[in-house]
């Protein structure tokens, strides 16, 4: 299981080659919760605010609030909704506004690989987009996300305060109405490298850079992202 998850992490990491590809430099703001309301049970929460390219303003908002069930201290599962706003700022003509809802379920299973923490994370999504036009439609992705925390003062058991490096990659294939979007099983996929630090078993503070390569119908776009992400645990 743990040499297929590094040869999934390498091989997702290579991407999508093309020569039509479009460079993009943006900002993300990431926040994410969770608490526990019993021994099974939790609230989850993340919300992102996104910029535009060259953080010309803030482009896209995403709130995703769901219900974990604790299967035990290494596996859980999770369903939610998510509202994502995207404002499309344009020269001589109105802003347009589009929302995309989603319903997801997902499941994180987590270990130790050598002096590493390790989680992944398998999420399937139902996505109802909302068009310029006023028309929606529907389609389902799926996610796959794996993600390596390595503390820096050593071997540890419990990383319960610390400095820490994180690396993580997560793929993203269309499942189910890919001609409605991209008509490519590859929608997209994003690497991200980063330092933080663990204030406590409650609070992480990290800032990284992401590259998001998303695969389009004539162009491809590869986004490089300078994110700053607060972890809260509760």
Known sequence: MKKLALSLLLFMAIGKISAQTNIQNSGWL???????????????LDVQARSSDNWEYVRNVLVRPGITYFINNRNNVTVGYLL???????????DVNTNEHRIWQ??????????????????????????????????????YFVRLMQPLQGR??????????????????????????????????RLYIAGGYRFSKHID?????????TNGIARNTSNRVAQLALYTRF
Request: net charge neutral; hydrophobic share 40%; proline share 2%.
């Open 106 to 143: 997902q499941y994180i299973f987590t270990h130790k690989l050598k002096s590493s923490f390790v989680a992944h994370r398998a999420r399937l999504e139902q996505r109802f987009i909302e068009q310029t036009n006023g028309d929606e439609i529907f389609a389902q992705r799926f996610r």
């Open 205 to 213: 503070l990290e800032a990284g850079y992401l590259n998001q390569y």
């Open 84 to 94: 994502a706003t995207t404002k499309t700022e344009l020269t001589g003509a109105p």
């Open 30 to 44: 990431f926040l994410l919760n969770s608490t526990k309301i019993s021994e099974k049970w939790g609230l989850h």
């Open 156 to 189: 540890v058991e419990v990383f319960s305060k610390g400095p820490f490096v994180a690396l993580q990659n997560e793929v993203f294939l269309n499942i189910q109405n890919k001609e409605l979007l991209n008509d490519s099983l590859f929608d997209q996929n």
